[in-house]
């Protein structure tokens, strides 16, 4: 039964992560490529990480296991967030069939400030 639980978790881990990997090809700009990867991969690395917790069944490996998952779920997105925040300071363009930036009204190009209200 194990056998069947660790290979159901690092097959969906391995697909999750090689959908992150086409949709770096695959998107049109950094903001989505950052999305797509940052989405799936924290998916997938924390199904193949928890294929690991059960193919070993020690207290020592698992809790290990669950400590990096934790942070790459508390990391992830950090990371991306910030990245995304860079690339939109320094001017990375949207793609060119973007319907929406939503901070264009709130980002201050002169001090680099985000306000919550509208311009």
Sequence with gaps: MNEIIILLLMSLGSLFVLLAAIGLVRM???YLRISV???AATLGIGLILASAAVYFQETSVST???AIIFFILLTAPVGAHLLGRASYITGVPLWKKSVLDELK???KKTDHSLSSKED
Excluded: C, F, G
């Design 28 to 30: 049109p700009d950094l």
């Design 105 to 107: 009204r709130k980002y």
């Design 37 to 39: 990867t940052t989405k």
């Design 64 to 66: 290990r296991i669950l």
